[in-house]
């Protein structure tokens, strides 16, 4: 069958990686693709949210199967486009209905679907520019560190913890009165803190069934030690150690269930990946998170873990089958250490040439953002390459990465040699 997948990242890289693989596979597209997709298939110049191209372009390769890898194509209801449309409904797209998208599009609203279902996470209120006197009040109630987020998508930015309750004023201010991070912030979450180690369970489903996928664990901020601003991720592994067969069948029983429960009651079409950004406080998992969608890096750790023939497992969403299908995941951990340009996460330096690449061995080398210019591979994005590595312990795989990360070079390169510390 003929394939196309929506995005332009790592995680994009690592899904045609993996698909391409697939026997069932006969032509690949990557919209728009990077220097890596190019590599296992065909990248397509087209936007993720440009809904009419994408149509003219799957009628005209005959498409059956489009894989939407990033959020926003889904919150601005790619899927409903397809399924309301005559010459698309026929063809299987792997990603939620706009309503499922959200779970991750709106953080209100996903706090009332948990809550409405009993899934485990922290007490909230949702405030905008209208009640925010009452907002100060919920935050004098609450004890520091104070969680502020804006409620609609505001690319990896609208989350702020806070220790000063002056400050978490003044914030709640500039997030719903003065537009921080525009409409996204017109209305803010604000919850609890929750102290504990956070992990991250995937899940495949087709509004039915479910498949569990490899736990994972990211690490979002730039500095080591767990400093300085967040990033998108500078790394992550697979799986997370104290995440046992007894943790996950917990997360599963008080977590997956009613989430996947919680969606067939409120008549929410979901056929795609759910990923739940979970918190363990002393031995009980609660969300933080819902996306709708698998993360970046993570899914550089946990595909590679995949056994099966992912793209099977796309077909049986749409074609009855998926529940009879078999998940196997390879024992092994996995480990990607993202390398980053200079500057990142604020301005960063591009079209730096990347050398080194043809030098990895043991590592599966991801590219996040990369370009070819003139016949040379150079850096575009803020986050460049994710190298990820096997072993047989977490350490090992690191240790992989971690020498594969050295042999590739492009000015101002950086990663963080402590992923993985904490565990």
Excluded at 54 to 82: A, M, Q, S, W
Excluded at 145 to 159: E, F, S, T
Excluded at 270 to 283: D, T
Aim: aromatic share 8%.
């Amino acid at each position: 069958m003929n394939v196309l997948i929506l995005g332009s990242g790592g995680r994009e890289h690592a899904f045609a990686w993996k698909i391409a693989k697939s026997s069932s596979c006969n032509q690949l597209f990557i919209a728009p693709g990077n220097a890596g997709t190019a590599e296992v298939g065909t990248n397509i110049n087209i936007d993720v949210n440009d809904f009419e191209s994408i149509k003219e372009f799957v009628l005209t390769e005959n498409v059956e199967l489009v894989l939407v890898g990033p959020e926003d194509p889904l919150v601005n209801g790619i899927y409903n486009f397809f399924n309301e449309d005559k010459q698309l409904k026929d063809i299987s797209l792997i990603g939620p209905s706009k309503e499922g998208a959200q779970l991750e599009g709106s953080k209100q609203f996903a706090k009332e679907f948990m809550f409405r279902h009993n899934i485990p996470t922290a007490k909230y209120q949702a405030f905008t520019k209208d009640n925010l006197a009452e907002g100060y009040t919920f935050l004098e109630r609450l004890e520091a560190p104070y969680v502020l987020k804006a409620d609609g998508l505001a690319a990896g930015k609208g989350v702020l913890i806070l220790n000063d309750l002056q400050e978490a004023k003044d914030e709640l201010k500039a997030m719903v009165k003065d537009a921080k991070f525009g409409n996204a912030s017109s209305i803010v979450v604000i919850e609890e803190f929750l102290d504990g180690i956070e992990l991250s369970v995937f899940i495949l489903t087709d509004g039915n069934s479910y498949k569990i996928l490899p736990s994972a664990k990211d690490y979002k901020r730039i500095g080591e030690g767990n400093t300085g601003l967040n990033t998108g991720g500078m790394g992550a592994i697979s799986p997370v150690p104290f995440a046992d067969r007894f943790y996950i069948e917990k997360v599963e029983r008080e977590i997956i269930k009613p989430t996947v429960e919680g969606l067939k009651k409120d008549n929410i079409e979901y056929k795609g990946f759910i990923f739940i950004g979970l918190i363990n406080v002393k031995g009980q998992p609660k969300v933080i998170e819902y996306n709708v969608r698998m993360g970046d890096p993570e899914t550089e750790v946990v595909i590679p873990r995949i056994k099966s023939d992912l793209l099977n497992l796309l077909k049986g969403i749409d074609d009855g089958t998926f529940s009879e299908k078999d998940l196997n995941i390879n024992e092994q951990a996995a480990t990607t250490v993202m390398l980053v340009s200079r500057g990142y996460p604020q301005a960063y330096e591009k079209s730096k040439v990347i050398s080194g690449i043809e030098d990895i061995k043991e590592s599966i080398v991801f590219h996040a953002g990369t370009k070819n210019e003139n016949e040379q591979l150079r850096t575009s994005g803020g986050r460049v390459i994710a190298l990820t590595s096997f072993g047989e312990n977490i350490e090992e795989a690191l240790t992989k990465s971690f020498a594969s990360a050295e042999k590739i070079s492009f000015k101002g390169k950086y990663y963080r040699k402590d992923i993985g510390f904490d565990l």
